[in-house]
């Protein structure tokens, strides 16, 4: 089986690129990314690549190479879905805000629309493939609709889970760790349908690297790989605290444990506390389906990760109160990001709204900036929180395009994210203009204590 057209549904931080990069490197598929949303069609079509919806380090040019060759970007769903032979499913699935399993399972409702969608539109068979994160056996909810809604063609379903991390897109769907892709292995056309997947990946993944499953196990694996990481990032938070009670320092023990081959370096970085579209949604969803099948020690396990998570933004926002003594009202507290990592665009769960949120609450001035973020976007954050008006967050919340307008006639500076131009702002002009005592509260660690305090901040650092 030769895939010739492929359809995504939905072009956002998975979907978009993630076509991109197939449809750079299978130049002989026609890839057509679809979604509902008008302007963002419109933004991807941008004659200038630049201004492309999502912002991701080399993916403007990798739709520059593709893009009216073999990368479509369009509106007109029915067309693209009745044209191709694969269709990935890579629409939103938020944790659900009402009814049952509100808070903790995955809404569904996007991935039931499309799954309709296509079952009514498609005239030939199809290959189906989940690149959204799902719940383990939504592909069999999936079939079921598909099947029984269906104009009578076959389908066979796919999961493929997206390893991706924002802000490193481009280098992780180049050169993967691994692909996965779960499928019906079982019988001979759900064989044919996995290696026609493994086929459009082994144009430029080794073949070592692209594992194939059973489907629940390729949905499982996706919540435990994002479980696990943000285990890691909440176990070395958790001794973040435990540093700064005892004098010992986070960064040095994670670097003394990270030499251990068995702990491996990476994600051991302590920080305000995880954020992203993904981690707290899928570990929510974890101990949701734990809770279903009435395994409750494995559901607490897991939901402690969330816990210490929402622990270290609240401790870090109580801190900056404690330290401004004991107030924050009506002091400027400017805070540098806003995106829940650097290189991103992205701000969901980002550590910084719960923090501004907590200032405010305290009646706090404060003062945003980031340099990939737009105001609109951080206002909608915080209005979608529902701790006060709209009008009250456009009060007291500021956004400015430079940083030394955030700081100036400060009383606190706080760091929430970890972009590179922090590290080289002019530290002593930050502290000429700022309100003395100048108290600097280093999120990220990605400053110097001894610098810092030698040109006179009051400075904290996470675990230090
Ligand atoms: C994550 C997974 O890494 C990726 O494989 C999956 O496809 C989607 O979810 P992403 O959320 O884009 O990717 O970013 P990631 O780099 O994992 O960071 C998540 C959060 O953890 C960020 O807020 C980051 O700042 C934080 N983090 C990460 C730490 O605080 N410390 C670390 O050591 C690593
Ligand atoms: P992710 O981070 O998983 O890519 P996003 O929210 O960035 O999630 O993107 C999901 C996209 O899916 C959105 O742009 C949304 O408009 C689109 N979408 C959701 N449902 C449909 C649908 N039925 N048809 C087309 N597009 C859809």
Known sequence: MKIKNICCIGAGYVGGPTMSVIAQKCPEINVTVVDLNEKRIAAWNDEDVENIPIYEPGLSGVVAEARGR??????????????????????NTPTKTYGIGKG???????????????????????????KSTL???????????????????KYHILSNPEFLAEGTAVEDLHAPDRVLIGGDYTTEEGSKALQALVDVYAHWVPKEN?????????????????????????????????????????????????????????????????????????????????????????ADYWEQVIIMNDHQKRRFAANIVKTLYNTVSGKK??????????????????????????????????????????????????????????????????????PYEAIEDAHATAILTEWDEFKKLDWDKVFESMLKPAFLFDGRRLLERNEMEEKGFKFYSIGN
């Open 135 to 153: 719940p383990v056996r939504t592909a069999a909810a999936l079939s079921d609709i598909l099947h029984n809604t269906g104009n009578g063609v």
């Open 104 to 130: 903790m399972a995955a809404d569904l409702k996007w991935i039931e629309l499309c799954a309709r969608q296509i079952a009514r539109v498609a005239t030939s068979d199809k290959i189906v493939v989940e």
């Open 210 to 298: 692209i594992l194939t499953t059973n489907v629940w196990s390729s949905e499982l694996s996706k919540l435990t790989a994002n479980a696990f990481l943000a285990q890691r990032v909440s176990s070395i938070n958790s001794l973040s605290e435990l540093c700064e009670a005892s004098g010992a320092d986070v960064a040095e023990v994670a670097r003394a444990i990270g030499k251990d081959s068995r702990i491996g370096p990476k994600f051991l970085q302590s920080s305000v506390g995880f954020g992203g579209s993904c981690f707290q949604k899928d570990i929510l969803n974890l101990v949701y389906i734990a809770k279903s099948f009435g395994l409750n020690e494995v």
């Open 70 to 91: 073999n990368l479509f970007f369009s509106t007109d769903v029915d067309e693209a879905i009745d044209k191709a032979d694969m269709i990935f499913i890579s629409v």
């Open 333 to 402: 507290i400017a805070m540098l990001g806003w995106a829940f990592k650097k290189d991103t665009n992205d701000t969901r769960e980002s550590a910084a709204i719960y923090v501004a949120d907590y200032l405010l609450n305290e009646r706090a001035e404060v003062v945003v900036y980031d340099p990939k973020v737009t105001s609109a976007q951080i206002y909608a954050d915080l209005d979608y929180l529902g701790s006060r008006s709209e009008e009250e967050n456009r009060n007291l919340v500021t956004v400015v395009n430079s």
